[in-house]
């Protein structure tokens, strides 16, 4: 009969219960909006799309666009002290 | 800490239901075992090393020693273990993207300067194989630190299609006798004495045999191995590495070429005509190196880097004809971090 013995956990918490929104927007009039195409062919339509339903249909003020080199390249940090300082909703996605 | 039957069964089964480990039998992670490893560095076991991607895990030296004990790593591999972590936490390897892509990339450990010896690390003949203790168990202990403090668990955020089996283990030491230009960690602004780790995306090995005995004809084969079509290095000028046989570099040697001019040469051969590409990955090229580029049309030359020096060179194998290129993770950059040991093995590495 083995007696018992300690062992540790080779893991460590991951973050996924701890991360929340820093604010959330109670309405899109008058916004700025930006968007971080992620490179793959296509996406600018959907892109393009997407913003001018946020204009037309949601009174959004403002939409930027900014693109990766490709979507496994982090976004600059120019690009992203750029939207972070003018956008009030930045949005990042894959598409294809 | 767990209790649990010492049983190893018992214990195995503990692990692979809670899916700490990668699908091979494990070193059961003992309070003795863990603290004979921390003996090996000068660090306090709780000190932060790094956070590892995409879960941004806490990577401690107590928590590196423990996954170093899983994978069967002998107490005094810890420096080397610690030095991997900081690189592969750094920027430019682009951990997040490896840990999480569908690409089969693993992260390949390359060891240099006289730690290799002092650990029995493989880098002649077999050194990407098995039977060296050393390679075996510090790539493993890599994939395990990938998984269980950067939250990597295959099929969940780890999304490769296939993988490969260098997601197990891929580690070697580079056959610094048998080269004859400067090693990779010289090369990379080190001391000869100085003990290195650098960690390489790497998206798997291609053999290249080849009985060539002129540099030119040598270069031209390896140079058409390098252009392959269906790969990432092309659409993002990426860090394509080498692994030259001794004796195909001393092939090299002997027409007179530096490792500078070889890479050159295979920057230039290795250009590739853009319409060799698939559409859509002409599409994603153009849009990733116009900056580098310009307008990149159908007979656009694609270069393989984005600079010459960009092709990366070690040598290492035994005797034979056979080289292997690595083609890499098109977006990661490989990085060196010196091993830093306790102040026993310095004086023991002295001797």
Redesign the interface.
């Not at chain 1, 083995?2 to 996924?16: M, S, W």
């Given at each position: 009969m083995?007696?018992?013995?300690?062992?540790?956990?080779?893991?460590?918490?991951?973050?996924?219960g701890s991360q929340h929104l820093r604010h959330a927007l109670d309405k899109l009039t008058g916004k700025v909006v930006g968007f971080i195409d992620n490179?793959?062919?296509n996406f600018n339509y959907l892109v393009d799309d997407i913003a001018e339903l946020l204009v037309s249909k949601y009174g959004v003020a403002t939409v930027i666009k900014r693109?990766k080199?490709?979507p496994?390249?982090?976004a600059p940090d120019m690009m992203i002290k750029e939207l972070s300082g003018q956008c009030d909703a930045v949005i990042t996605g894959s598409g294809d | 800490m767990i209790e649990t039957s010492g049983d190893l069964d018992t214990i195995n089964k503990l692990y692979r239901e809670r899916r700490w480990g990668d699908g091979l039998p494990v070193v059961p992670p003992t309070a003795d075992r863990v603290e004979r490893m921390l003996r090996h560095t000068r660090r306090a076991p709780s000190d932060v090393v790094a956070t590892i991607a995409p879960g941004f895990g806490v990577a401690t030296v107590e928590r590196i020693a423990i996954n170093a004990v899983l994978a069967g790593c002998d107490p005094e591999y810890l420096p080397v273990l610690i030095a991997v972590t900081e690189a592969v936490s750094a920027s430019q390897f682009n951990l997040q993207a490896i840990q999480t892509t569908t690409h089969p990339v693993a992260v390949w450990l390359v060891i240099n300067g006289p730690i290799s010896q002092r650990l029995k690390l493989n880098s002649g003949t077999n050194c990407l194989g098995p039977g060296a203790w050393a390679n075996a168990t510090l790539g493993r202990a890599m994939r395990l630190i990938q998984q269980n403090i950067g939250g990597a668990l295959p099929g969940e955020t780890d999304h490769a299609t296939q993988g490969q089996p260098g997601k197990y283990t891929f580690c070697c030491a580079e056959n610094e006798a048998g080269s004859p230009w400067e090693p990779l960690h010289v090369e990379r602004g080190f001391a000869p004495e100085c003990s290195t780790v650098t960690v390489v995306g790497a998206a798997g090995t291609s053999n290249m045999i080849t009985h060539a005995k002129d540099a030119g004809d040598l270069l031209r084969v390896i140079a058409g191995t390098m252009a392959v079509p269906a790969s990432l290095e092309y659409v993002y000028g990426g860090e394509p590495w080498l692994m030259l046989a001794p004796e195909h570099a001393h092939i090299l040697k002997h027409d007179g070429l530096s490792k500078a001019e070889v890479k050159r040469r295979l920057w230039e051969q290795s250009k590739m005509p853009a319409h060799r590409l698939a559409a859509k990955d002409l599409a994603r090229t153009q849009n990733a190196r116009r900056a580098e580029l310009g307008e990149i049309g159908p007979d656009t030359l694609l270069p393989i880097s984005i600079d010459p020096e960009d092709i990366s060179i070690i040598v290492a194998g035994g005797p034979g004809t056979h080289s292997v290129y690595v083609p890499v993770f098109g977006t990661s950059r490989s990085v060196t971090r010196e091993v830093l040991l306790s102040d026993e093995a310095a004086m023991i590495n002295a001797l």
């Open positions: 083995n007696e018992n013995i300690f062992v540790f956990n080779p893991t460590v918490p991951r973050l996924d490179g793959k062919p693109r080199r490709g496994s390249v982090p | -």
